[in-house]
């Protein structure tokens, strides 16, 4: 199991073989459907898994893939006491989806993994590359990777892949 698992690491992984890894990817909002209610729902799964599961709630992991790294994203800067590190594939910082003022020390514990493909039809790499000034900014610990692939069409980086899973370790 683990020769064939580090095998697909080495190649692209889709969207199920990273859900294979551990990661899961199911989000879906209907048109319309509010920042505050979208927190709001996160903001609920995360306190059932927590109250449900064995799950240690300082040790909170968000993945996002494009509009899933923007709420994630999100997420984590409006709620830095519960999230502990995000995984932020293929995306941006939204700052209007961000709740203002954002006190430096509050974010003393959030860490984030950044990757954007340089070649990206739905999210320009320019949008992503600013995600490293916005963290450091803010004095969040991050590790920013651009690779020289696609990064849409629902497929990981075969660089990228690898990398995420061993920051998440």
């Not at 199991?1 to 199920?16: C, D, F, V």
């Not at 954002?102 to 959030?110: I, V, Y």
């Not at 600013?130 to 590790?143: D, E, R, V």
Request: hydrophobic letters at 40%; charged letters at 25%; aromatic letters at 10%.
């Amino acid at each position: 199991m683990a020769k064939n698992r580090s095998r697909r690491l080495r190649k692209k992984m889709h969207i199920e073989e990273f859900q294979e890894v551990g990661f899961s990817v199911a989000w879906r909002f209907p048109e319309g459907t509010s920042g505050e209610q979208v927190d709001q729902i996160i903001d609920d799964f995360i306190n059932e898994i927590v109250s449900a599961y064995e799950v240690d709630s300082q040790n909170i992991f968000l993945l996002g893939f494009s509009q899933g790294t923007i709420l994630s994203t999100a997420y984590a800067l409006n709620h830095p006491h519960k999230i502990k590190h995000v995984v932020a594939l293929s995306g941006y910082v939204n700052e209007e989806l961000i709740q203002k003022p954002l006190e430096k020390e509050s974010f003393k514990d959030l860490d984030f993994f950044v990757s954007h493909g340089s070649v990206d039809q739905v999210i320009p790499v320019e949008w992503a590359r600013k995600a490293p000034q916005f963290l450091n900014a803010l004095s969040i610990k991050n590790t920013c990777f651009e690779s020289e692939s696609l990064s849409q069409a629902k497929i990981i980086s075969p660089i990228c892949s690898p990398k995420a899973v061993v920051w998440v370790a």
